[in-house]
């Protein structure tokens, strides 16, 4: 499967941004989603995760109650809206797909399929 993120750009700080990640090659229908950020020098983060449903989302500390994560099945899309943004969201954005461990499973290691980034910049 390959995944292309899109829907990032420059934001002020307490802004929104909606991104988008399509698939294509294979549906993605039956997997569990996930949403990293990496900034630069650091390295690159969980963000949030959505099983194949749509029922069950998780969140890292840093987002929760700020961003949600979303899927359309039927467009083979994942979305993640971001509100309420802070310089410190400032990172490329990449979706992948989960290809192993438990659920929520935060480590980067169990997704694959790392399609290019898209850059969120948050201005104060």
């Known amino acids: 499967v390959q995944l292309q993120a899109s829907g990032g750009g420059s934001v002020q700080a307490g802004g929104s941004l909606k991104l988008s990640c399509a698939a294509s090659?294979?549906?993605?229908?039956?997997?569990?989603m996930g949403w990293f950020r990496q900034a630069p020098g650091k390295e690159r983060e969980f963000v949030a995760a959505?099983?194949?449903?749509?029922?069950?989302?998780y969140y890292a500390d840093s987002v929760k109650g700020r961003f949600t994560i979303s899927r359309d099945n039927a467009k083979n899309t994942v979305y993640l809206q971001m509100n309420t943004l802070k310089p410190e969201d400032t990172a490329v954005y990449f979706c992948?797909?989960?290809?192993?461990?438990?659920?929520?499973?935060?480590?980067?290691?169990?997704?694959?399929?790392w399609g290019q980034g898209t850059q969120v910049t948050v201005s104060s």
């Open positions: 992948a797909v989960k290809n192993g461990g438990s659920w929520p499973g935060m480590s980067s290691a169990d997704f694959g399929s």
């Open positions: 090659g294979r549906t993605i229908r039956f997997s569990v």
């Open positions: 959505i099983k194949w449903d749509g029922s069950t989302t």
